[in-house]
């Protein structure tokens, strides 16, 4: 049994990451003994489950809580206190990942980080400019820095590894795993089906066509509003659904006949498998995705979907792909588009022995190999 300390730092409280860390913590606690670190709160069920270490330290009396030396303050000092088998972060490549790294080779603690986007160029789609200029320094510089210091770095799928080959990182060591989701699961899927499309006023055998997930700038609501617009000219019964909310619903909402599209605005992700169901079409337009939940829970529940081109791993997963509106909305107005099947790698009881296997690994092997 080794022990596990992963670092979360001040963002243990927000909604995805706080998931990822309960239900990633939660596999590897079946084996071994695993820690959060962090100088902030954590949830109430990460509190429950695991050890919590908070972390604080301090140079010349001046606290240390963010940036560089503080986190490697609080990661020395963890380590000194500790003694851990292995340096962890969860979070994006940037900081987190350049830390932990960092204070794996200045301590000879193995370090484990991860990649969760195609980070090389998704600072393209940030507005306003110095939200960009922010993403780019964390992927380009520190994310570089974090992935040829790192022992181990994880990727969300194998279509990344060739892509940072081709960026050059040849020393480091990658492991490919997903993030485990939770797929909600309906006693009587049917029944939930037509009780949706009811309540969404989808008549008869009308074509449903759905989206979920942020409504925000890098996800290309200008994209979405012209391919359903398109959608529900050609077909003059079908329905649209957004499922999500963000600055751009309202643009959205302008943008479409509000009888025919409905808003359901933000939902827990457990409530959103029935519209899943629902749906004969999931379009997906961003343009950059690491490997999507929305993507994976429609493969899960059978809706074909129909995407733009937004990474390596959409291409890798997704089979209809297609760069504009007028192309998207075809595969939808022609009704022969088919689902896609879940890779195996996102089923519950493979992701579990993928995140075992890779503590193993890590473990068994040379720290600078």
């Known amino acids: 049994m080794a022990k596990i300390g992963i670092l979360a730092t001040r963002y243990a409280t927000q909604r995805n990451l706080e998931s990822i860390i309960f239900r990633i913590g939660s596999i590897l606690a079946q084996r071994h003994e ?101 993403l780019w320094l964390k992927n380009n510089v520190f994310g570089r820095m974090g992935i040829a210091l790192a022992h181990t770095t994880i990727t969300l799928h194998e279509s990344q590894v060739v892509v940072l080959r081709r960026a050059g990182f040849k020393r480091s060591r990658f492991f490919s795993v997903s993030q485990p989701i939770a797929f909600p699961e309906m006693d009587d899927p049917e029944a939930t089906r037509d009780a949706t499309r009811r309540a969404l006023g ?24 012209r391919v359903l617009s398109i959608v529900l000219e050609g077909d003059p019964r079908a329905r649209a659904v957004i499922v999500g909310d ?68 959409t291409r890798a997963m997704i089979s209809n792909i297609a760069a504009t509106a007028d192309e998207i909305a075809s595969y939808i107005l022609q009704g022969t588009t088919v689902p896609d099947t879940l890779p195996p790698t996102l089923k519950p009881v493979v992701n579990r022995e993928q995140w075992l296997q890779l503590i193993d690994n890590v473990l068994s092997s040379d720290h600078d190999a």
Do not use: W
């Not at 380590?79 to 340096?87: G, K, N």
């Not at 790294?101 to 600072?123: C, E, M, P, Q």
């Open 246 to 313: 963000g600055p751009m619903r309202g643009f959205l909402e302008s943008s479409l006949p509000r009888d025919r599209c409905s808003f359901t605005g933000a939902l827990q992700r457990d409530d959103i498998g029935p519209f899943y169901l629902a749906m004969d079409y999931l379009v997906q337009t961003s343009y950059s995705e690491g490997l999507s939940n929305v993507l994976a829970e429609a493969l899960y529940h059978g809706v074909p979907v129909v995407s733009s081109d937004s990474g390596p791993i």
């Open 34 to 134: 695993v820690e959060i670190i962090t100088h902030g709160e954590v949830s109430p069920r990460i509190a429950a489950h695991f050890t919590i270490r908070q972390a604080g330290s301090r140079l010349f009396g001046i606290p240390l809580v963010g940036g560089v030396l503080g986190r490697l303050a609080i990661l020395g000092r963890y380590v000194r206190e500790q003694r851990p088998d292995i340096l962890m972060t969860l979070s994006a490549i940037g900081m987190n990942g350049l830390c932990v790294a960092l204070a794996g080779r200045l301590t000879g603690v193995k370090s484990i980080n991860r990649i969760t986007s195609d980070i090389f160029r998704v600072y393209r789609y940030k507005r306003p400019l110095r939200a960009a200029l922010r």
């Open 202 to 225: 989808v008549p008869g055998q009308a074509t449903l066509v759905g989206y979920v997930g942020r409504l925000d700038q890098d996800k290309n609501p200008e994209l979405l509003a």
